[in-house]
């Protein structure tokens, strides 16, 4: 135990997070090999359960499985524990037990739930927490009370526990369902397709957890008040409308013309939702057109919000990006949004990110390419979606090879923990003398 707290004290908080959701991911698979998560009482493969529990914990959704045909309830139960402790973050899941258990949070664990979270500040961060499980506690109670009319008049009795997998999923932007048993294997949500109920209230799960807490902290204490947001949740909306927006009438336009007006209109709204990265789907998405797979793949390299549950660049690093490039176009010393200057470091950092998840995703689709012999666009597909961590796939996830499938393990990983956060934790040390308490002024004299 000594030499463990030796360790622990030798650590960043980077270096923390990462081996938080790495032991997460290895007892979750560790689970899941046991004959119990089967339903046909077997020991699932080290590899196939690591996959299943990495794309969970990473809230992905592409599966090796199909989750309702292959698992059995306690196999799903332990599925749904892994996505929600991935959606919220280890660390939050973490910190919330010790408070819960009534010891203190050190002030390392708050400047590593800082970094987790994609807070400003250490201050302030225990009353962050307790935000963040509230609002998730009752979006997803709500969602599963909302869904359950619909899947109980459909699937009876076991239509309880499908709302509230479905709704913790959605939420989470997950991608995972049990629609397998019923609509057939890795259908997803292909039978909703023109019911807009079902459609609207799972678009509102994925926009509600893919925009942010910070975000929602302030929509609930300043009300309408936007022009007190933050200037980060003033980009995060902004930016988020214009893509769900831009991305619903591009498909309406360019795709699913065969189809009847109302089932047209539902699909190219969830066509142009799921993809920031929640990995539902209710069309077939090997029938979209190139140029319809092509937006597909930018939605998911944006992905949602930092702070979120969440995965991609985030829509603030692709709205810094363009701030900056109209800044270059008009000359300006620097690049500014909401009447507000942008940090040149940001500036940089966002650069970084979109070139390392470009980069990272082609190179391993080239290398998939190679391997299996595929199309490179539908591998590209495939690496954009779990660096995205998104779960949308062109149906080749089942028959790739363990040397394939272990890229794709990497790429969610590094997906849902970040990318910056990876190199923070290999060229960062711990120095005691950056772990300050926050800032307080005091009247003196």
């Given amino acids: 135990m000594e030499s463990f707290m030796k360790i622990k004290e030798k650590l960043t908080s980077f270096q923390i997070i990462i081996l938080g959701f790495a032991g997460v991911i290895v007892i979750g698979a560790l689970l899941l090999m046991c004959p119990v998560s089967s339903k ?12 299943t529990s990495t794309s969970a914990v990473c809230v992905t959704g592409l599966v090796v499985y199909d989750t309702a045909s292959y698992w059995s309830y306690f196999g799903q139960g332990i599925i749904l524990i892994l996505i929600q402790i991935g959606g919220l973050g280890v660390i939050t ?11 203190k949070i050190s002030l390392m664990q708050r400047q590593t739930m ?62 995972f369902d049990l629609m397998g048993n019923r609509t057939g294997k890795f259908s997803s949500l292909t039978s909703f397709a023109d019911i807009g109920y079902v459609n609207l209230i799972f678009s ?28 980060q949740s003033k980009v995060i909306l902004l930016t988020s409308f214009i893509l769900v927006s831009g991305a619903a009438l591009f498909f309406f336009f360019t795709e699913f013309s065969n189809e009847p007006a109302g089932k047209r209109v539902w699909e190219s709204l969830f066509q142009a939702v799921s993809p920031r990265t929640a990995g539902f789907n209710t069309t077939d998405l090997g029938k979209l057109s190139d140029t319809g797979k ?8 944006i992905g949602g919000s930092p702070g979120s549950t969440a995965g991609g660049m985030k829509t603030t690093t692709i709205a810094v990006l363009i701030a900056n490039t109209i800044a270059v ?62 779960g949308l796939t062109l149906g080749i996830t ?30 960062s040390h711990r120095d005691k003398d950056s772990l300050k308490y926050p800032v307080e002024s005091i009247i003196v004299g």
């Avoid at 910070?214 to 007190?228: A, E, H, P, R, S």
């Avoid at 070139?355 to 299996?372: K, N, P, T």
């Avoid at 790429?411 to 290999?426: D, N």
């Fill in 40 to 51: 046909a009482g077997i020991v699932t493969p080290f590899g196939k359960a690591l996959f």
């Fill in 93 to 103: 899941v973490a910190s919330f037990v010790t408070m819960i258990a009534g010891k």
């Fill in 114 to 175: 800082q970094n987790s979270l994609s807070v400003p500040q250490v201050g302030g961060i225990v009353k962050h927490m307790r935000f963040i499980f509230l609002t998730s506690f009752i979006v997803e109670i709500l969602g599963a009370l909302l869904l359950l009319p619909v899947f109980v008049s459909r699937y009876g009795m076991g239509g309880i526990w499908m709302s509230f997998f479905h709704s913790v999923s959605a939420f989470c932007n997950a991608g």
């Fill in 204 to 231: 509102l799960l994925i926009i509600i957890g893919g925009i942010g807490f910070l975000t929602w902290n302030d929509i609930v204490n300043k009300k309408m008040k936007i022009k007190q947001y933050r200037m």
């Fill in 294 to 301: 092509t937006m597909t793949m930018i939605l998911m390299l």
């Fill in 329 to 390: 176009f008009k000359r300006k010393q620097n690049a500014d949004c909401f009447g507000r200057r942008i940090e040149d470091s940001v500036i940089k950092t966002a650069s970084s990110i979109m070139i390392m998840y470009i980069f990272l995703a082609m190179v391993s689709a080239i290398s998939i390419s190679i391997v299996e012999s595929l199309p490179v666009q539908t591998c590209l597909f495939e690496t954009i979606s779990a660096i995205g961590t998104v």
């Fill in 398 to 427: 089942q028959q790739l090879s363990s040397f394939s499938q272990m890229i794709l393990i990497l790429l969610m990983f590094l997906g849902r923990v970040g990318g910056m956060t990876i190199i923070y934790a290999a060229f």
